[in-house]
């Protein structure tokens, strides 16, 4: 119960510490930019071939 007590002192400290909020919100890497393009990029490209995918079996199920 103690643990808890001083976790919680802590967590309510740096909650209203603007400082700490204002240093973490306030940044954004430059490199981040690129990993979320990336990110971006590789989900287009999978919806794309699972769209292309389907998209044959579709095809091939309505011919026969």
Do not use: C, E, Q, R
Not at 32 to 59: D, E, P, R
């Amino acid at each position: 119960l103690v643990w808890f007590k001083y976790n919680f002192k802590i967590f309510v400290i740096g909650l209203f510490d603007s400082n700490i909020l204002i240093n973490v919100l306030g940044y954004i890497d430059p490199g981040s930019v690129s990993a979320f393009m990336a990110v971006i990029i590789g989900a287009l490209a999978g919806v794309g071939m699972t769209l292309k995918l389907y998209w044959h079996k579709i095809k091939f199920k309505l011919s026969k």
